[in-house]
């Protein structure tokens, strides 16, 4: 079968390399031998040719919904990541009121050390 569609193929092109002939006769031509070249083909390609369509568009539809599923995931993580930012800022903030507070406290203290310690004149 594929070597008879081949073999058409390859009598149609030397045809019309040894007889040329006018534009509109040509194309009638080519109309004419393709139309006979569909008689040929194997009532099955129709069919073939629908499941390949249907499967094509299944795949762009399966594409589309990952694709969305990943912008989805995408927008989750960002806002995932903000919310930890935030929590991250506020936890160095207050880590660093925290040492600040410590520090005075500490220096507060030395202070008084150092003032009990030291003898009146």
Same mark, same amino acid.
Request: hydrophobic share 35%; charged share 20%; proline share 3%.
């Given at each position: ?48 040719? &629908? =499941?390949? !369509?249907?499967? $094509?568009? #299944? %795949? *762009? ?7 969305? @599923? +990943? /912008? ?13 930012? &935030? =929590?991250? !800022?506020?936890? $160095?903030? #207050? %880590? *660093? ?7 005075? @406290? +500490? /220096? ?14």
């Amino acid at each position: 079968m594929n070597s008879f569609v081949k073999g058409v193929l390859v009598g149609v092109g030397i045809g019309l390399i040894v007889a040329p002939m006018r534009g509109d006769e040509m194309r009638r031509l080519l109309s004419e031998r393709f139309q006979e070249m569909r008689g040929y083909l194997p009532e099955d390609a129709n069919q073939y040719v &629908q =499941q390949v !369509t249907d499967r $094509v568009s #299944q %795949t *762009g539809s399966e594409l589309k919904v990952y694709a969305q @599923q +990943a /912008a989805n995931k995408v927008k989750e993580t960002s806002s995932s990541l903000g919310n930890l930012a &935030q =929590q991250a !800022t506020s936890t $160095v903030k #207050q %880590t *660093g009121q925290d040492v600040a507070d410590t520090t005075k @406290q +500490a /220096a507060s203290s030395a202070k008084q050390n150092v003032q009990s310690s030291t003898p009146n004149p």
